[in-house]
């Protein structure tokens, strides 16, 4: 089974920064692309942010480009988020996801994390 943990969520003031980390462990050949996504109350999941599985092509919603930045360590089998000049409307529960082969002979699967609340106050 394959398991991805958040952490680095918390509260911020507006303007300021926090960075999200997710680990993914278990049963895996290799993890291909990883994006995070968040849910606002009332709204639905929405992408965040992505990274191919090398991590040379990134893609970014227009609401955080600019002040977002998505990054991975492949010998840690970790995700990042940093997030600068954070405004009210970026609080939400950020969730981490990964595709992830588990198999040599199968092709691979969607996992998600628990997600970490972010809240930014104002």
């Known amino acids: 089974q394959v398991q991805l943990v958040e952490s680095g969520g918390g509260l911020v003031q507006a303007g300021g920064s926090l960075r999200l980390s997710c680990a993914a462990s278990?049963?895996?050949?290799?993890?291909?692309?990883m994006g995070w996504y968040r849910q606002a109350p009332g709204k639905q999941r929405e992408l965040v942010a992505a990274?191919?599985?090398?991590?040379?092509?990134?893609n970014y919603a227009d609401s955080v480009k600019g002040r977002f930045t998505i990054s991975r360590d492949n010998a840690k089998n970790t995700l990042y988020l940093q997030m600068n000049s954070l405004k009210p409307e970026d609080t939400a529960v950020y969730y981490c996801?990964?595709?992830?082969?588990?198999?040599?002979?199968?092709?691979?699967?969607?996992?998600w994390g628990q997600g970490t609340q972010v809240t930014v106050s104002s």
């Open positions: 996801n990964a595709e992830v082969r588990t198999g040599w002979f199968r092709g691979p699967s969607s996992y």
């Open positions: 278990g049963s895996m050949i290799t993890i291909n692309a």
């Open positions: 990274i191919s599985s090398g991590g040379g092509i990134t």
